[in-house]
Every structure is written in structure tokens, then in C-alpha cells.
């Protein structure tokens, strides 16, 4: 398993932009797959971009297609995650997760779970 840090959230008005990052620490990090996800009050985790070693495999929830961008650095142990023209209803906490399986949307299959930043977007 690998320990997973995230950071960047905050509070940011409709139409703004945020750089997500997860710092992670373990020397097999290039070994999985990242995934990003995001929870909502009430709402269930969702999937919302993840990405394999390379860099060259990535996917992204259709929600988010083209708004948001994931990426990696395996030389610095983290991957990010870009978000553009943020909306209110992109609220959440947001979550790195690393997947010894491949980039899957369902989250049982993620294995190191981060703490969680929160993402706020005013209207």
C-alpha cells in the first residue's frame, strides 16, 4: 500500500479554477493506478478521473470530460488533478486513491484512501 496526502482545496467562486494535488509516499507508487473521487453530503463517493503509470491511460466520469484534467508525476510521487470552470454542484471532498488493479470507477477497488480536501464553489 502506498499513504496518500491531497491538497490544494479551498474555497474558489463559479467559473474558477483549482490544482488538486496527492502526495504519495511508498516506493511501488508507479506500480498503481490513481483515481480521484469526490463525495457530496448525502451523496455517495464518486468516481471522477483516474489515471495509470504511463500517464497515457486516462478516464474521466462524463460529468467532468473536458472541465477537469488528471495527472502524474511518478519522479515526484504525485498526481494532480486540474479543474477548470468549477461549479457549484463540483462541491465536495475530494480524494486520491491508489488501485494496484488498474483505473476503476468503483471504489472497492482502491486499496490507500487520502484524508480528503474539501472543494468549495460559490455561485
Known amino acids: 500500500q502506498v499513504q496518500l496526502v491531497e491538497s490544494g482545496g479551498g474555497l474558489v467562486q463559479a467559473g474558477g479554477s483549482l490544482r488538486l494535488s496527492c502526495a504519495a509516499s511508498?516506493?511501488?507508487?508507479?506500480?498503481?493506478?490513481m483515481g480521484w473521487f469526490r463525495q457530496a453530503p448525502g451523496k455517495q463517493r464518486e468516481f471522477v478521473a483516474g489515471?495509470?503509470?504511463?500517464?497515457?491511460?486516462?478516464a474521466y466520469a462524463d460529468s467532468v470530460k473536458g472541465q477537469f484534467t488528471i495527472s502524474r508525476d511518478n519522479a515526484k510521487n504525485t498526481v494532480y488533478l486540474e479543474m477548470n470552470s468549477l461549479k457549484p454542484e463540483d462541491t465536495a471532498v475530494y480524494y486520491c486513491?491508489?488501485?494496484?488493479?488498474?483505473?476503476?470507477?468503483?471504489?472497492?477497488?482502491?486499496?490507500?484512501w487520502g484524508q480528503g480536501t474539501q472543494v468549495t464553489v460559490s455561485s
Open positions: 486513491a491508489a488501485s494496484p488493479v488498474g483505473v476503476k470507477k468503483a471504489p472497492v477497488y482502491y486499496n490507500s
Open positions: 511508498g516506493r511501488t507508487f508507479s506500480s498503481y493506478c
Open positions: 489515471i495509470c503509470w504511463s500517464g497515457d491511460s486516462t
